[in-house]
DNA sequence: GTCTATAAATCGATAGAC
DNA sequence: GTCTATCGATTTATAGAC
């Protein structure tokens, strides 16, 4: 792509780290399937040849941005508010927490949670992806076994609606309009009902 | 694709019907950008050029698909109990008979909340379920307004998180495997909460 | 309604010059 | 690190016989 006076134009810096940002732009528009090579050479202003020169192909982008995504989801926990306390406290940490990395790494979350198992890379992200769940799971696990919930329904429906709830923040939540409350607000509807009955 | 002695192998009936589901369920495992339309009459047990003769391409397979998903949907809205009684009550039918035709039409409604709108068929679908999540919406706010909620948060955000918490459902429920408490469970932690504090 | 054969375009990826 | 040129495979879709 070239201005009218024949510049290059390429949105951010340079470097692989500025490509792995174009091409994951586009996999979230496009879908990774019907991104090709041509689409994103076009779209960060090189060609196609040159984009090869940066990364392997076409998998280790997507690779590279599912490793990103996946490295701040576990890093969370391994923060001290998700060690220490009751379960449940534990629990509302780790929500909150979540919250905050799906919105401010909002494009490489959304790719990880389209992620359908039918490349190596995507069956290494998927795996990753339900440990983190499962370590959610236990702890819900935990919190009605100490008798910290009210125990309505099974514990490993209640965490698979958890994530749920959490993760489909990313199907309308936009970059950089998001509130600044909206972690605590997802947190207290998950845990407090999204429509409790009014006292009466 | 043939047996041994030289048969045809073709899994259903005949008709476009049976095409239909066929292509559905590669569309699931496969993606659909994936999908090939080789693909599609391998796992049909017919040529390429024959699936031609019944769909005139990809893209009429997954209209077909995704009106089929978005038909079952709607005529929940025009049920009896999702238009009597009060917002509350009939935002929980809603609720519920919507997990019913999750599990009831599994793939088709998969194949629709993955739709992100790309082709002309794919942004008719999805102005077609937003409007039924607009539904869902103004019903919440009825309810609040009605009083029948404790104002916790945002009634847009409530019905966001409330459709995500439902929709989730698809990403693990499998086919002939739920059990039949399911909507009633989804239901109630939906409105109830997926953990409310335990009573002290 | 099914088939063989093929067109026309696009795909991911590479060779090799500068 | 960028480019032009191209390979071989695959894609959607059609032509036309049976």
Redesign the pocket.
Known sequence: MTTETGR?V?RPG???GSLLEVAVGEFITRGY?????????RAA??????????F?????LLRAALERALDRLFAILDEDGARTGSPLARLRHIVREQVEVLVDELPYVTLLLRVRGNTESERWALERRRAFDAQIATLVGEAVDAGEVRAGVEPTLAARLLSGLVNSVVEWVRPGRSSSSLPEDVTRVAFEGILPAAAP
Do not use: N, P, V
């Open positions: 290059r390429r340079r470097g692989t399937d019907a991104t090709s090579m041509e689409d994103l050479s202003g090189i060609t196609k040849s040159s984009f090869y020169h940066h392997s192909g076409k998998e280790a």
